[in-house]
C-alpha cells in the first residue's frame, strides 16, 4: 500500500528500515545507518516520473569488535565499566 502511494504521489517518498535499524541524522541530513541485528538493511524509497527508485543504505552493526566499526567501546567505557564494577562490589563505600 505503501509504495502505491509513493508510485502514485499521494505520498512523498521515505525510509524503509527492517527490524533493528535505525537512522542517525543531523539536522535534516542522514548521516549514518546502524543496526542491532547483522544482515539487516535500509533503504531511501523516492517516485520519479511515477517509477520507484530505491537507494540502499549502508548500514553499520552496532557492538561490533573490529577497528573502526560503528558502536565499538572506546576507552572511556571500558574505564566507567571498571568503576561500575568496583562499586558493586560488597563493602565498596563510594
Do not use: H, K
Not at 61 to 83: F, H, K, Q, S, T
Request: charge should be positive; glycine fraction near 18%; hydrophobic fraction near 40%.
Amino acid at each position: 500500500m505503501w509504495l502505491a502511494c509513493l508510485a502514485d504521489g499521494t505520498l512523498p517518498g521515505g525510509w524503509a528500515l527492517d527490524d533493528g535499524v535505525g537512522l542517525l541524522f543531523r539536522g535534516t541530513e542522514l548521516e549514518r545507518a546502524v543496526s542491532s541485528r547483522p544482515g539487516a538493511g535500509a533503504q531511501r524509497v523516492d517516485a520519479i516520473a511515477g517509477e520507484l527508485v530505491r537507494r540502499r543504505l549502508e548500514v553499520g552493526l552496532l557492538g561490533d569488535r573490529r577497528p573502526g566499526a560503528l558502536g565499538g567501546v572506546d576507552e572511556a567505557v571500558l574505564e566507567l565499566r571498571r568503576v561500575n564494577r568496583l562499586r558493586r562490589r560488597p563493602g565498596y563505600r563510594g
